[in-house]
């Protein structure tokens, strides 16, 4: 397999370098892997003055699987938009078609307490958040500033959704559900916007060839209440992009910590772009307190998904739930009487446990 690292600003060289330890494990005991970085974001623009630099764009292209740490920071904030880090990532999930987004939000035993919600409404949590990634309002025109008649300016951008766009990820919400509790909950603002309408009327006609998944509706409103309230209630939440982005980063305070959650963002062939969801936390970069193990979870995902690995997707997960369970935090999911470990360590850890878990 050739994967691509793109670790990008912030904690993502940290973070990715501790993934990378974990593939090299995973290689001495006879993965097959071929690994080449790239810069992509702030990083990408220092190098060529393009948050997505054509080389690194390539190099994906030509990838089976790409890794990705974090893009952004502050040094960038000012740049116009077509330079900022966000651009890279927005324009390779669009360049690679990557619609489909897996989020998934899992609540570790071990990490119960360390969630800001109590140990009852959250413990056993298993939930899958699919979130539509190459349409909607990040992506619809027209968009951008214009001056009105009166003189002052006008902020605009357009929400849109075409039946196929809905159709082809609906499809794939109904065989998620399909191998797993089979409830799927469709989130969109049907009861305001026009393109949740027909977002609304497509999934309940994708419905009809998934007899055996029980499909409900929320609008997005409710659902973040939901979340919060009785987040065992869901098993799938299929979404758009915009709805999918917001309720991802709240379904991550559930298990402890956003330092905690992976994504698979897949095309129609199952190629995938593989990164934690939280992104380049500045403030803490390079001081080596970030939390590695979502990026490390993402490799997981990416063996499984993209490289059709379930033995070794299971080995790293068992490694984390044992490094877990041993006590090892980083400062995120401290926890009173638990060890506190930098970035290295929980590495250091991950890579050991996996030698147990062979
Ligand atoms: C995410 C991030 C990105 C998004 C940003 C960095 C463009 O928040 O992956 O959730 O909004 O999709
Ligand atoms: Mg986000």
Known sequence: MKIAILPGDGIG??????AVRVIEALRT????AELESAPIGGAGYDA?????PDPTLKLAQAADAVVLGAVGGPKYDTLPRPQRPEQGLLRIRQALGLFTNLRPAIVYDELADA????REVVAGLDLMILRELTGDIYFGQPRGQRRLDDGQREGFDTMKYSESEIRRIAHVGFAIARKRAKKLCSVDKANVLDTSILWREVVNEVAKEYPDVAL???YVDNAAMQLVRAP???DVILTGNMFGDILSDEASMLTGSIGMLPSASLDAAGKGLYEPIHGSAPDIAGKGVANPLA??????MLLRHSGGDEESAARIEAAVKAVLKA???TGDIAQPGMRTVGTREMGDAVVAALARHR
Do not use: C, N, W
């Not at 060289?13 to 501790?18: H, W």
């Open 13 to 18: 060289p940290e973070i990715v370098a501790e």
């Open 29 to 32: 005991d006879g993965l097959k």
């Open 48 to 52: 060529a003055g393009d948050p997505l």
């Open 115 to 118: 969630s800001a919600l109590k």
């Open 216 to 218: 409900s509706h929320m």
């Open 232 to 234: 065992k209630q869901f």
């Open 295 to 300: 990026t490390i979870l993402s490799i997981a």
């Open 327 to 329: 006590g090892y935090r």
